[in-house]
């Protein structure tokens, strides 16, 4: 079964402050993989997009990697701010269908 | 600007009621989708459309239906038969297949009278 599996299920920074959200996948064949930023209440943003033979992609503070033989990518938010505090969703893309994770929730607190 | 629509923000349901959820868009995208979020829980695909006047069941469509007319509108109409439909309902459309990236609407809160 393809699943993808997010880690930590929910985080809690200081503003200022760097972290990184994990994302590890058994979907194959793979296609790509995108990190979407969702704010409470709200739809889901797309944040970046990475395919096979990408290993790095920023989008401002945020920067993704992918390691496609391990499996695993990861996103890296520099300088937190107030407004990064929201559930992020690692979605992997694969034969026809999209496998979302269950998300990690990011708080920033002052 | 281009975007999805989606309305009502809150809906409330009686028993035995039909509600439909409304999905609009104007990125001239051929795919739409709906999915269905409950709290801790990834996106769960409830059915797509990839051209129109054509849908598919995704995951979990028992008690949902859809219909696609327009390029622009995907509604939504969640049943009485779904025994479970608090939730928060997601529209999303891409350029072509699933493996595109998908734009999201602000989503739809459905709740129980």
């Known amino acids: 079964k393809n699943q993808v599996e997010q880690s930590p299920q929910s985080l809690i920074i200081l503003e200022g402050k760097n972290c990184t959200l994990q994302?590890?996948?058994?979907?194959?064949?793979?296609?790509?993989l995108r990190w979407y930023k969702q704010d409470t209440g709200r739809g889901p943003v797309s944040l970046t997009i990475m395919t096979f033979s990408e290993n790095t992609k920023s989008n401002g503070r945020y920067t993704a990697t992918l390691d496609a033989d391990t499996k695993q990518s990861s996103l890296h938010i520099t300088a937190s701010q107030l407004s990064d505090s929201a559930s992020y969703i690692c979605v992997v893309s694969a034969a026809g269908k999209s496998t979302f994770g269950d998300g990690t929730t990011l708080t920033v607190k002052p | 600007d281009g975007g999805i629509t989606q309305s009502p923000k809150y809906l409330f349901r009686k028993e035995g009621q039909n509600v439909t959820l409304s999905c609009e868009q104007n990125?001239?995208?051929?795919?739409m989708y709906w999915y269905r979020q409950d709290p801790g829980q990834g996106l769960r695909l409830i059915y797509y459309?990839?051209?129109?006047?054509?849908?598919q069941k995704g995951d979990i469509a028992e008690g949902y239906s859809v219909s696609r007319e327009k390029k622009e509108s995907f509604p939504l109409t969640v049943t009485s038969a779904q025994k479970n439909p608090t939730a928060f309902y997601l529209c999303?459309?891409?350029?072509?297949?699933?493996?595109?990236?998908?734009?999201f609407g602000d989503g739809t809160r459905l709740s129980i009278l």
């Open positions: 994302c590890n996948y058994t979907v194959s064949p793979f296609s790509n």
């Open positions: 990125l001239n995208h051929d795919a």
């Open positions: 999303a459309s891409s350029i072509g297949e699933f493996n595109q990236p998908q734009h």
């Open positions: 459309s990839q051209i129109v006047n054509d849908f």
